[in-house]
């Protein structure tokens, strides 16, 4: 186990715990195969750092700014993070490989708006206001996730699973949602907005 992060620095498979980098600046450091278990890293900056097969385990990642940093089959497990920009990341070089993926997570009012991120994995999450539009989502995962007042627009979701997603609003007119998984009663809400009459059936005693 390491207790220390420093810049222009390589660790591979090394485990962080309880580390305390709130507000702090990391430049061009690589992380392979590393654990980070209870660490905060509140407001700080990874510029142009590498993360490759990593796992942060209850952290607290809010408003972490990421330019230039690229993330491959890194996992966010029971972790907090909140407010980030995500296009500021490099993903040039992650298309090839795994995407990142958040379960049991709080990511509102964080934004992958124009993002390419096949297969994203966001399970089990509170995502409120977080900003998917223009998006390439294809086969994401967003079973069980809390989606209130995220924006989906222009946003491809083929073959992406819903199901047991919750408070969600995406158009159906104005995003790609071929074979995506949903399930009732919250797919009610795609009618929403369409011009349409909904007529109950009455039964019969």
């Known amino acids: 186990m390491d207790s220390s992060i420093d810049s222009h620095s390589e660790y591979i498979d ?4 309880e580390v305390h980098l ?16 209870r660490c905060s890293f509140t407001g700080c900056t990874f510029r142009a750092c590498r993360f490759v097969n990593c796992t942060f385990q209850q952290c607290d990642l809010s408003l972490i700014q990421v330019p230039d940093s690229t993330f491959s089959g890194t996992r966010f497990v029971d972790s907090k993070i909140i407010g980030v920009d995500w296009t500021q990341a490099d993903w040039a070089v992650v298309g090839l490989g795994d995407p990142i993926g958040f379960s049991k997570c709080a990511i509102s009012h964080s934004t992958f ?14 995502a409120t206001d977080v900003d998917f539009r223009e998006a390439d989502l294809t086969k994401s995962d967003f079973a069980g996730t809390d989606l209130s007042e995220s ?3 222009s946003t491809n ?14 158009p159906p007119e104005q995003n790609v949602l071929k074979q995506a998984k949903f399930s009732l009663p919250e797919a009610m809400a795609l009618l929403y907005g369409m011009d349409i009459v909904l007529i109950e059936e009455e039964t019969s005693d």
Do not use: V, W
């Open 14 to 17: 090394q485990t962080f715990k």
């Open 22 to 37: 709130d507000g702090e600046k990391l430049f061009a450091s690589e992380f392979y195969d590393c654990t980070f278990a």
């Open 113 to 126: 708006i124009g993002l390419s991120l096949k297969e994203l994995l966001i399970k089990d999450c509170i």
């Open 151 to 153: 924006l989906f627009s």
């Open 157 to 170: 979701l083929t073959e992406a699973d819903l199901s047991s997603t919750r408070n969600y609003h995406i």
